[in-house]
């Protein structure tokens, strides 16, 4: 039962350099979100789905493109990376938005990024 | 004034001990309140889940929500080292609202 998988687990970049970071979700649910973790920011939402081929903006969604052509599968993309973008990446998916204990929210380990 | 707010710490305290956790918040619509422990270097997992306001226990753990004050705890008894963990605080409106609004969590360390 693997749950939320995100790869790569660690990535270094140059700056504007791209990458694609990928999250899969073997508990067929419906939403999907990107958040990014700093020190002293806590979690902070970059874009998220609520099913597939839908995408919509966070906090924080400059800079970054999202992509859900399959319903398991939500991809992050940096176009053109930045040192502001180091960061741990997490991917998390919920069975519903409509409140209730199906909301919660199940994350994967995390990708660690840097951008030099 | 921020939406949540939580002390981030750092909280040492020795083995056994009883742990408090808080959090406050401003948006009075919140009524789905939650707990997330993140250990070092792995993503956040659900701990605890409350609706409204009361206690709830599992096990060491008990969160307590009061509504009246915005203000929610997270009780640990017995604190082990295994529990020493970063602690994160969400909650949400329910309804049609997505977001998860968190705090940005307490460093919590339990000395053997």
């Known amino acids: 039962n693997a749950g939320v998988t995100q790869t790569p687990k660690f990535r270094v970049l140059k700056t504007g350099q791209s990458m694609t970071l990928l999250c899969a979700q073997d508990m067929n649910h419906e939403y999907m979100y990107w958040y990014r973790q700093d020190p002293g920011m806590g979690l902070r939402l970059i874009h998220y789905s609520v099913g ?11 800079g970054y493109n999202v992509s859900r052509l399959k319903k398991q599968n939500f991809l992050l993309g940096l176009e053109s990376a930045a040192p502001s973008q180091t960061s741990v990446y997490f991917c998390a998916s919920s069975y519903s938005l409509a409140g209730g204990p199906q909301d919660i929210q ?3 380990a995390g990708t660690r990024l840097s951008v030099l | 004034q921020k939406e949540v707010e939580q002390d981030p710490g750092p909280l040492s305290v020795p083995e056994g001990a009883i742990v408090s956790l808080n959090c406050t918040y401003s948006n009075s619509a919140f009524q789905y309140f939650m707990w997330y422990r993140q250990y070092s270097r792995k993503g956040p997992e659900l ?3 409350t609706y409204s306001s009361g206690n709830k226990e599992d096990g060491r753990f008990t969160a307590q929500v009061d509504k009246s ?3 929610i705890s997270l009780f640990i008894r017995d604190s082990q080292p295994s529990d020493s963990a970063t602690y994160l605080c969400a909650m949400n409106s329910g309804g049609s609202n997505y ?4 705090g940005k969590g307490t ?3 339990v000395n053997p």
């Open chain 1, 52 to 62: 597939e081929g839908t995408t919509a903006k966070g906090e924080v969604p400059d």
């Open chain 1, 106 to 108: 199940y994350f994967g």
């Open chain 2, 47 to 49: 701990l605890m889940y």
């Open chain 2, 69 to 71: 004050s915005k203000y």
């Open chain 2, 99 to 102: 977001k998860l609004t968190f």
């Open chain 2, 107 to 109: 460093l919590l360390t």
